[in-house]
Protein backbone atom coordinates (compact mmCIF):
# COMPACT_ATOMS: atom_id res chain seq x y z
CA UNK A 1 0.00 0.00 0.00
CA UNK A 2 1.41 3.55 -1.03
CA UNK A 3 0.84 6.57 1.06
CA UNK A 4 1.70 9.92 -0.87
CA UNK A 5 2.15 12.30 2.15
CA UNK A 6 3.64 15.03 -0.30
CA UNK A 7 2.04 15.86 -3.42
CA UNK A 8 2.12 18.83 -5.91
CA UNK A 9 -1.25 19.74 -6.57
CA UNK A 10 -0.50 21.73 -10.11
CA UNK A 11 0.19 18.34 -11.57
CA UNK A 12 -2.95 17.07 -10.92
CA UNK A 13 -5.61 19.78 -11.92
CA UNK A 14 -3.33 20.15 -14.84
CA UNK A 15 -4.43 16.68 -15.55
CA UNK A 16 -7.77 16.80 -14.61
CA UNK A 17 -7.61 20.06 -17.19
CA UNK A 18 -6.29 18.16 -20.12
CA UNK A 19 -8.76 15.37 -19.23
CA UNK A 20 -11.43 17.68 -19.67
CA UNK A 21 -10.74 19.91 -22.39
CA UNK A 22 -9.71 16.60 -24.59
CA UNK A 23 -13.26 14.70 -23.92
CA UNK A 24 -15.35 18.62 -23.63
CA UNK A 25 -17.01 17.37 -27.18
CA UNK A 26 -18.19 13.93 -24.69
CA UNK A 27 -19.68 16.54 -22.39
CA UNK A 28 -17.17 14.18 -19.83
CA UNK A 29 -16.07 16.20 -16.56
CA UNK A 30 -13.64 14.95 -14.68
CA UNK A 31 -13.35 16.62 -10.92
CA UNK A 32 -10.96 13.81 -8.98
CA UNK A 33 -8.72 11.60 -10.75
CA UNK A 34 -8.86 8.94 -7.67
CA UNK A 35 -12.58 8.66 -8.11
CA UNK A 36 -13.53 9.54 -11.88
CA UNK A 37 -11.26 7.17 -13.84
CA UNK A 38 -11.44 4.17 -11.53
CA UNK A 39 -14.57 2.46 -13.61
CA UNK A 40 -12.75 2.85 -17.24
CA UNK A 41 -15.35 5.25 -18.46
CA UNK A 42 -13.18 7.95 -18.60
CA UNK A 43 -9.97 5.74 -19.71
CA UNK A 44 -11.88 4.20 -22.62
CA UNK A 45 -13.28 8.15 -24.01
CA UNK A 46 -9.57 8.69 -23.51
CA UNK A 47 -8.49 5.66 -25.89
CA UNK A 48 -11.24 6.48 -28.26
CA UNK A 49 -10.44 10.32 -28.41
CA UNK A 50 -6.46 10.06 -28.18
CA UNK A 51 -5.93 6.82 -30.54
CA UNK A 52 -9.23 6.47 -32.46
CA UNK A 53 -9.49 2.75 -30.49
CA UNK A 54 -13.24 1.77 -29.60
CA UNK A 55 -13.22 -1.35 -27.51
CA UNK A 56 -16.31 -3.53 -27.16
CA UNK A 57 -17.19 -3.08 -23.88
CA UNK A 58 -20.46 -1.83 -21.79
CA UNK A 59 -20.08 1.99 -21.68
CA UNK A 60 -21.06 2.16 -17.76
CA UNK A 61 -19.98 -1.23 -16.15
CA UNK A 62 -21.97 -1.24 -12.63
CA UNK A 63 -20.28 -4.28 -10.88
CA UNK A 64 -16.94 -4.30 -9.42
CA UNK A 65 -16.06 -7.36 -11.86
CA UNK A 66 -17.28 -5.70 -15.02
CA UNK A 67 -15.43 -2.27 -14.19
CA UNK A 68 -11.95 -4.74 -13.80
CA UNK A 69 -12.95 -6.37 -16.49
CA UNK A 70 -13.21 -3.32 -18.40
CA UNK A 71 -10.32 -1.57 -17.37
CA UNK A 72 -8.34 -4.60 -18.13
CA UNK A 73 -8.94 -4.82 -21.60
CA UNK A 74 -8.63 -0.97 -21.79
CA UNK A 75 -4.67 -0.69 -19.95
CA UNK A 76 -4.36 -3.70 -22.14
CA UNK A 77 -4.84 -1.65 -25.80
CA UNK A 78 -3.09 1.67 -24.28
CA UNK A 79 -0.12 -0.20 -22.93
CA UNK A 80 0.41 -1.33 -26.41
CA UNK A 81 0.41 2.65 -27.41
CA UNK A 82 2.67 3.59 -24.30
CA UNK A 83 5.28 1.00 -24.22
CA UNK A 84 7.70 -0.73 -22.73
CA UNK A 85 7.29 -3.51 -24.05
CA UNK A 86 7.65 -5.42 -20.45
CA UNK A 87 4.69 -4.85 -18.54
CA UNK A 88 6.90 -5.44 -15.66
CA UNK A 89 8.48 -2.15 -16.05
CA UNK A 90 4.91 -0.11 -15.85
CA UNK A 91 3.69 1.67 -13.30
CA UNK A 92 0.30 1.11 -13.46
CA UNK A 93 -2.28 -2.38 -13.78
CA UNK A 94 -5.87 -2.60 -13.95
CA UNK A 95 -5.97 -3.33 -10.22
CA UNK A 96 -4.45 -1.07 -8.94
CA UNK A 97 -6.22 2.11 -10.61
CA UNK A 98 -9.47 0.26 -9.74
CA UNK A 99 -8.13 0.53 -6.19
CA UNK A 100 -8.04 4.09 -6.62
CA UNK A 101 -4.62 4.41 -6.33
CA UNK A 102 -3.63 8.03 -7.01
CA UNK A 103 0.06 7.30 -7.17
CA UNK A 104 -0.42 4.47 -10.69
CA UNK A 105 -3.33 7.22 -11.74
CA UNK A 106 -1.22 9.92 -12.22
CA UNK A 107 1.92 7.58 -13.53
CA UNK A 108 -0.30 5.92 -16.59
CA UNK A 109 -1.57 10.06 -16.81
CA UNK A 110 1.38 11.29 -17.77
CA UNK A 111 2.87 8.71 -19.64
CA UNK A 112 -0.33 9.25 -21.78
CA UNK A 113 0.06 13.13 -21.96
CA UNK A 114 4.01 11.77 -23.23
CA UNK A 115 2.32 9.95 -25.50
CA UNK A 116 -0.46 11.20 -27.26
CA UNK A 117 -0.15 15.08 -26.81
CA UNK A 118 3.70 16.39 -25.82
CA UNK A 119 3.49 19.74 -26.31
CA UNK A 120 1.72 20.01 -23.24
CA UNK A 121 3.15 21.41 -20.67
CA UNK A 122 3.35 19.09 -17.41
CA UNK A 123 4.89 20.73 -14.28
CA UNK A 124 8.49 20.28 -14.60
CA UNK A 125 10.21 18.09 -11.56
CA UNK A 126 7.47 16.89 -9.74
CA UNK A 127 8.27 14.66 -6.62
CA UNK A 128 6.02 12.79 -4.44
CA UNK A 129 7.14 11.71 -1.05
CA UNK A 130 5.64 7.84 -0.68
CA UNK A 131 5.13 5.58 2.43
CA UNK A 132 5.21 2.42 0.96
CA UNK A 133 3.40 0.28 3.89
CA UNK A 134 3.97 -3.63 3.14
CA UNK A 135 1.81 -6.10 5.69
CA UNK A 136 3.01 -9.58 5.91
CA UNK A 137 4.02 -12.77 8.32
CA UNK A 138 6.15 -10.59 10.43
CA UNK A 139 4.06 -7.42 10.83
CA UNK A 140 3.65 -3.87 9.00
CA UNK A 141 6.84 -2.76 7.73
CA UNK A 142 7.08 1.06 6.01
CA UNK A 143 9.41 2.70 4.12
CA UNK A 144 9.76 6.07 2.76
CA UNK A 145 10.64 6.91 -0.77
CA UNK A 146 10.48 9.70 -3.27
CA UNK A 147 8.38 8.87 -6.77
CA UNK A 148 9.32 11.37 -9.48
CA UNK A 149 6.41 12.01 -11.75
CA UNK A 150 8.01 14.50 -14.07
CA UNK A 151 11.27 15.21 -14.98
CA UNK A 152 12.50 18.37 -16.92
CA UNK A 153 11.77 16.47 -20.39
CA UNK A 154 8.48 15.70 -18.99
CA UNK A 155 9.44 11.53 -19.15
CA UNK A 156 7.82 9.62 -16.50
CA UNK A 157 10.32 7.40 -14.66
CA UNK A 158 9.68 5.31 -11.62
CA UNK A 159 12.62 6.33 -8.42
CA UNK A 160 13.17 3.75 -5.77
CA UNK A 161 15.39 6.08 -3.69
CA UNK A 162 16.35 3.35 -1.44
CA UNK A 163 17.45 0.58 -3.73
CA UNK A 164 19.35 3.12 -5.96
CA UNK A 165 21.13 4.52 -2.85
CA UNK A 166 22.23 0.74 -2.31
CA UNK A 167 21.20 1.14 1.40
CA UNK A 168 22.81 3.48 3.42
CA UNK A 169 23.39 3.49 7.16
CA UNK A 170 21.22 5.97 7.74
CA UNK A 171 18.78 3.99 5.63
CA UNK A 172 19.02 0.79 7.03
CA UNK A 173 18.93 1.92 10.97
CA UNK A 174 15.27 3.68 9.26
CA UNK A 175 14.27 0.10 8.10
CA UNK A 176 14.78 -1.30 11.32
CA UNK A 177 13.36 1.02 12.83
CA UNK A 178 9.51 0.22 14.49
CA UNK A 179 7.00 1.33 11.72
CA UNK A 180 5.05 3.41 14.52
CA UNK A 181 7.61 5.09 15.64
CA UNK A 182 8.30 6.25 12.03
CA UNK A 183 5.18 7.39 11.94
CA UNK A 184 4.58 9.37 15.23
CA UNK A 185 8.27 11.30 13.65
CA UNK A 186 5.69 12.82 11.00
CA UNK A 187 4.59 16.07 10.59
CA UNK A 188 0.74 16.43 11.81
CA UNK A 189 -0.79 16.37 8.09
CA UNK A 190 1.27 13.77 7.10
CA UNK A 191 0.27 11.65 10.15
CA UNK A 192 -3.58 12.84 9.07
CA UNK A 193 -3.08 11.55 5.72
CA UNK A 194 -1.35 8.41 6.41
CA UNK A 195 -4.17 7.83 8.89
CA UNK A 196 -6.84 8.50 6.22
CA UNK A 197 -5.20 6.24 3.32
CA UNK A 198 -4.94 3.09 6.66
CA UNK A 199 -8.70 4.09 6.91
CA UNK A 200 -9.80 3.59 3.60
CA UNK A 201 -7.63 0.00 3.54
CA UNK A 202 -9.72 -0.91 6.39
CA UNK A 203 -13.50 0.22 4.69
CA UNK A 204 -12.32 -1.59 1.66
CA UNK A 205 -11.71 -4.76 3.80
CA UNK A 206 -15.12 -4.64 5.84
CA UNK A 207 -17.63 -3.11 3.59
CA UNK A 208 -18.83 -6.45 2.59
CA UNK A 209 -19.76 -6.67 5.65
CA UNK A 210 -21.65 -3.95 5.84
CA UNK A 211 -19.14 -2.04 8.24
CA UNK A 212 -17.35 1.27 7.82
CA UNK A 213 -14.81 2.35 10.50
CA UNK A 214 -15.01 6.34 11.03
CA UNK A 215 -12.61 6.60 14.18
CA UNK A 216 -9.95 3.74 14.52
CA UNK A 217 -9.06 4.66 18.16
CA UNK A 218 -12.83 4.33 19.52
CA UNK A 219 -14.38 1.83 16.74
CA UNK A 220 -10.81 -0.57 17.38
CA UNK A 221 -11.27 -0.54 21.26
CA UNK A 222 -13.53 -3.55 21.93
CA UNK A 223 -11.77 -5.93 19.41
CA UNK A 224 -14.65 -6.76 17.01
CA UNK A 225 -14.12 -4.83 13.93
CA UNK A 226 -10.34 -5.76 14.89
CA UNK A 227 -11.31 -9.33 14.27
CA UNK A 228 -13.24 -9.22 11.58
CA UNK A 229 -10.71 -7.62 9.57
CA UNK A 230 -7.73 -10.51 10.86
CA UNK A 231 -10.61 -12.93 9.67
CA UNK A 232 -10.91 -10.49 5.99
CA UNK A 233 -6.87 -10.66 5.55
CA UNK A 234 -6.33 -13.85 6.18
CA UNK A 235 -9.32 -15.80 4.95
CA UNK A 236 -10.80 -17.17 7.22
CA UNK A 237 -14.13 -17.16 9.54
CA UNK A 238 -13.87 -16.68 13.51
CA UNK A 239 -16.90 -18.63 15.50
CA UNK A 240 -18.91 -15.86 16.97
CA UNK A 241 -19.06 -17.94 20.14
CA UNK A 242 -15.44 -17.48 20.51
CA UNK A 243 -16.08 -13.92 20.99
CA UNK A 244 -18.37 -11.01 21.91
CA UNK A 245 -19.91 -9.34 19.20
CA UNK A 246 -21.80 -6.41 21.15
CA UNK A 247 -19.44 -6.20 24.08
CA UNK A 248 -20.74 -3.82 27.06
CA UNK A 249 -18.22 -5.06 29.92
CA UNK A 250 -14.46 -4.34 30.01
CA UNK A 251 -14.25 -8.09 30.27
CA UNK A 252 -15.47 -9.07 26.95
CA UNK A 253 -13.48 -5.94 25.26
CA UNK A 254 -10.05 -7.57 26.73
CA UNK A 255 -10.97 -10.83 26.02
CA UNK A 256 -11.68 -9.88 22.37
CA UNK A 257 -8.95 -7.88 21.77
CA UNK A 258 -6.87 -10.69 23.73
CA UNK A 259 -7.96 -12.85 21.11
CA UNK A 260 -7.05 -10.74 18.36
CA UNK A 261 -3.40 -10.65 19.07
CA UNK A 262 -3.72 -14.03 19.94
CA UNK A 263 -4.68 -14.72 16.27
CA UNK A 264 -1.78 -12.10 15.12
CA UNK A 265 0.78 -14.34 16.44
CA UNK A 266 -0.70 -17.28 15.19
CA UNK A 267 -0.85 -16.31 11.90
CA UNK A 268 2.88 -15.08 12.31
CA UNK A 269 2.71 -11.36 12.67
CA UNK A 270 5.16 -10.08 15.08
CA UNK A 271 3.15 -8.19 17.44
CA UNK A 272 4.47 -5.56 19.61
CA UNK A 273 5.18 -6.05 23.31
CA UNK A 274 1.87 -4.19 24.13
CA UNK A 275 -0.89 -5.80 26.45
CA UNK A 276 -4.23 -6.12 25.49
CA UNK A 277 -5.55 -3.58 28.01
CA UNK A 278 -2.40 -1.50 27.87
CA UNK A 279 -3.32 2.59 26.85
CA UNK A 280 -1.12 3.52 24.14
CA UNK A 281 -1.23 7.01 22.74
CA UNK A 282 -3.82 7.20 19.89
CA UNK A 283 -2.90 9.09 16.45
CA UNK A 284 -5.79 11.70 17.09
CA UNK A 285 -4.20 13.04 19.51
CA UNK A 286 -1.24 14.09 17.58
CA UNK A 287 -1.74 17.63 17.23
Known sequence: MNLIITSDRSLGSTLVDWINTTLKPEHIVVQSLEE???????????????????????EIALSSAAQIRKLELILEELNKHLGPEDDSKLKWNFKVIHNKDLLATIHLLVAMVNRFQPELNLPPNVKVEVVVVEVGGSGIKSRTEMEVLTDD???????DSLNRN???????SAQKEDPIDQLLKLEVHKVNTVKQAILHFINQKVSNMGL?????????????ILLLLIGQLEGFFIPLHDFTLTPCQ?????????????????????????????EEIPLSSIQ
Open 250 to 278: PSERLHNVTLAFDLLRETGFEVPSVSPQG
Open 153 to 159: RKLTQHV
Open 212 to 224: QVVDMDTQFADGV
Open 166 to 172: GGSDSLG
Open 36 to 58: DLYDGLVLHHLLCELAGVHLPVE
